[in-house]
Each structure stands twice: as C-alpha cells, then as structure tokens.
C-alpha cells in the first residue's frame, strides 16, 4: 500500500464551527507532514511529526491544532478560522532516516477547505 | 535570491515534443531533489526522487541534477496531454524541511 488518504474531499464551514481533517497511511513512514496550498502556489509547511512527536511547527496560528494519535494517523484540528485560511490541506508521510534525516515524501489527495 | 528559482511558464508544446522544466538553487547544502506532478485541485505525486549528483531515467521522465552549477532539470519525452499539468520542483538537505520551486505548469495539445 503506497497511498496516503485524506478526508474528507472537501469541506465547507463557518467561522465559529470546529472540524478536523484526518489522515492515515500504512506504509510504515514514521514522518507525517500537514501542508497549506493556496491556488497557483506550492505546498507551504505546517507541521512535521516524526515518531508521533511534534518536531517542526512552521508558527502557525493557534486555530489549527495538530495531533498525530499513532503512526499511521493524523489529524488536524481546525476552530474559529478565517475565510483567508480557505485552502487545500496536504498531508505526507515519508520514511525518517538513520540519523533523523527524512527520505521523499508522499501526498494525499488533500482536503480543499472553504470557510464562510 | 530565493533558495529555489522556478519559471512558472505556462509553457504550451505539441504533443509528442521534448519538455524540459529546471529549477535553480542558492543552498549548497541540498542533498535530495524531487519532481512532483501535481494535476488541478490534486495533491502532488512524485515524479522523480534523486540524491545528490547524476542523472535518473524513468519510462519517459529523466531527471537531472548538477549541484556544481545549483541546476536541476526535468526532461518529457514524447509528451502526451496527460503530462498536461504542474510540475513542482522540491529539495532540501539532510534533516530539514523541503522546499518547494512555485511550479510550472505544463500544457500539451493533441
């Protein structure tokens, strides 16, 4: 299984609404990533997981709240957004290295996200 | 300078012609460098993974690094309108964060 999934697809919520976006693989990667892409941009960094622990946060608002609860799943918690945090959600996993360095990374389809 | 330079294009070709896409670097210390192909409202897939230095053939895609001049190239052989896409370049070194090229978008007309 090379896949990483993401749900849902899409989703559309209000600024006072909470929500979590998940996603899992079962490639054995123990590096997990969260992506924010805009429209005709790349992929931003969020937050990187190795070994379940947070490693990397890309000082991102607190409304976004990330969590991995094994290392095949992670979510991302999400509460009193801004329209401007209307987005597609990435999220990668990839082998950690000897050494702690990460090897390639691979997406999911991402969840595309409006908040009203 | 940006840590990693991308034409955005859009770059129009004929289907059956030779793409090629490249992105420049600042950072000597990149290790790892990647092509992802990434069609509208998709996530990315990756294309092409190498390690430092030397050339990477896959079915039509070649992928090419030269970290003397900080140049990496992505090469289409007989392109089809299914390349018609994104094409992200990424690097980074060991134990950081990857760093993504803006991308350039790719058209191929039958």
């Known amino acids: 299984d090379t896949e990483v999934t993401q749900t849902p697809k899409h989703l559309v919520m209000g600024m006072t609404n909470k929500k979590s976006l998940k996603c899992e693989q079962h490639?054995?990667?123990?590096?997990m990533y969260w992506y924010k892409q805009k429209a005709k941009k790349p992929p931003e960094l969020m937050f990187v997981?190795?070994?379940?622990?947070?490693?990397i946060n890309e000082s991102v608002p607190s409304r976004f709240s990330p969590e991995c609860p094994n290392s095949s799943l992670l979510n991302l918690h999400l509460h009193a957004l801004q329209p401007e945090d209307s987005a597609l959600y990435l999220c990668a996993s990839s082998q950690v290295l000897t050494g702690g360095a990460y090897n390639e990374q691979f997406f999911g389809p991402g969840t595309r996200l409006t908040v009203l | 300078q940006k840590e990693v330079e991308q034409d955005p294009g859009p770059l129009s070709v004929p289907e059956g012609a030779i793409v090629s896409l490249n992105c420049t670097y600042s950072?000597?210390?990149?290790?790892?460098f990647m092509w992802y192909r990434q069609y509208s409202r998709k996530g990315p897939e990756l294309l092409m993974y190498?390690?430092?230095?030397g050339n990477k053939e896959d079915g039509r895609f070649t992928a090419q690094v030269d970290k003397s001049s900080k140049y990496i190239s992505l090469f289409i052989r007989d392109s089809q309108p299914s390349d018609s896409a994104t094409y992200l370049c990424?690097?980074?070194?060991?134990?950081?964060?990857?760093?993504f090229g803006k991308g350039t978008t790719l058209s191929v007309s039958s």
């Open positions: 490639m054995g990667h123990r590096a």
């Open positions: 997981y190795s070994y379940e622990k947070l490693s």
């Open positions: 190498t390690y430092s230095s």
């Open positions: 950072n000597s210390a990149f290790q790892y």
């Open positions: 990424a690097m980074k070194a060991a134990g950081t964060a990857l760093i």
